[in-house]
């Protein structure tokens, strides 16, 4: 029997855990430094009603009876230091073409000095529209037609696609699982030997939030220029590392990696900016700051004046919004913790390190390969499908757990009335 009872949604006829979901009033929390003194608002969801009006794909993919807990974006209100500075373009009809990058280059440089001891020059940091872009045109700057790019699986499913788009081929490394998930060093060793020549790096690690030992980046670097090979760092997730995890840069680990590599860095994943179209491309050799200048000029003036806004700000003046984000995340993943130990005990997961993203392990819960099927089918919570993160994500799915408690309990119970349900379980 697949039979499972889901919460009436007609208007005025919610169930009991969903009929509430307006957050509180905005609690205060007095700033804790990084810009300056101000009160900021600790981050919450509105209701289910007021997001459900939202546009953005999350909210516009599936019925109003599902719970979207796929695409990783965050529920929660936007920064206010971010979207005054939108709302002050705006005001000021400043909705043309973008001009040069104004401070976007050194507001990163001084978030990245506080957050990670990175010191970075803001002539180092060329924009463009996206993280994708980033990848794409530097693999296609760097290497030559049908090169082998390594990627490491599971991982972020676009990444299967931006390759061939850049002219590469995927090359598959599977990360390591053993006692410890982390790269897996002598697998790229042979593959970089075989002929490839490039890295896609993920770190943190998207799904599983695995923040890379300096080491073994160290280690990836020397690797890469032994072989004549680039890296590519997709660091987006890098301002989402949970207190008391150390994240290095991977431009930080040594000369050779800053001879080798190009960082990723955008505002999108930490403060929901994903539809402003702003992202950072760092190279901090003069190596690599060739591959970028060679660029066309189309890939750095394509983006829009409300993302850049919008980007400096979040960098220059969004650190105590992005600590409470942090704080309320961290509750989000106990409140998970708690939840999977009660209802869903043969489900397997790991807290990540980084990030609101929980990759969770249905293997032994009967619900095959592809576990995401059933529990949109007969659930109606959507979740990331595992093997769209490659063939080591069969039998997983990820969940993201930036809304509110509601929501993320609500959803865990109904997942949890489809594996009770399930025929093989």
Not at 13 to 38: F, H, I, N, Q, Y
């Amino acid at each position: 029997m697949w039979a499972v009872p889901l919460l009436p949604e007609e208007p005025g006829a919610r169930g009991p855990s969903l009929c509430s979901l307006r957050s509180p009033e905005l609690a205060e929390g007095v700033s804790k430094g990084g810009t300056k003194d101000r009160v900021t608002p600790r981050p919450a969801a509105p209701s289910l009603e007021e997001l459900r009006r939202r546009t953005s794909s999350k909210w516009s993919t599936h019925p109003d009876d599902v719970l979207p807990l796929f695409i990783a974006e965050m529920d929660y209100q936007l920064a206010p230091v971010v979207a005054e500075a939108m709302i002050d373009r705006i005001r000021a009809s400043d909705v043309g073409y973008a001009g040069d990058s104004g401070g976007v280059g050194t507001a990163f440089a001084g978030f990245a000095d506080r957050r990670w001891n990175w010191e970075v020059g803001a002539d180092d940091v060329a924009l463009t529209t996206d993280v994708s872009v980033v990848i794409v045109e530097t693999l296609r700057s760097a290497i030559g037609p049908g090169a082998g790019v390594i990627l490491m699986p599971p991982v972020y499913p676009p990444f299967f696609e931006l390759i061939p788009e850049a002219g590469g081929t995927v090359v598959e490394v599977p990360l390591l699982d053993d006692l410890v998930r982390r790269m897996d060093l002598d697998g790229i060793e042979a593959a970089l030997k075989s002929g490839a020549r490039a890295v896609l790096l993920c770190h943190p690690h998207n799904p599983v939030g695995l923040v890379h030992d300096a080491s073994d980046l160290e280690r990836l670097a020397e690797l890469a220029a032994s072989y004549g090979a680039i890296v590519v760092s997709d660091e987006i997730h890098a301002p989402l590392v949970h207190p008391g995890v150390g994240f290095v840069p991977f431009l930080t680990v040594s000369d050779t990696a800053r001879e080798v590599g190009i960082a990723a860095h955008s505002a999108s994943k930490a403060f929901n900016l994903a539809g402003a179209k702003c992202a950072l491309m760092v190279a901090t050799s003069d190596t690599t700051r060739t591959i970028v200048a060679g660029q066309p000029d189309e890939v750095h003036y394509r983006t829009s004046i409300l993302g850049r806004a919008a980007t400096e700000a979040a960098f220059a003046h969004g650190d105590d919004w992005l600590d409470a984000t942090l704080e309320v995340i961290g509750e989000s993943l106990d409140l998970l913790d708690q939840l999977l130990a009660e209802h869903l005990p043969a489900v397997g997961y790991a807290r990540p390190s980084a990030s609101y993203l929980a990759w969770l392990d249905f293997r032994d819960a009967g619900l095959g390969d592809n576990p995401g099927l059933p529990i949109l089918e007969h659930g109606r919570v959507a979740l990331h499908y595992g093997p769209a993160f490659g063939s080591p994500g069969r039998g997983f799915a990820r969940l993201n757990v930036a809304c509110s408690p509601e929501v993320l309990t609500e959803a865990i119970e109904r997942i949890a009335r489809v594996v009770d349900n399930s025929p093989v379980s």
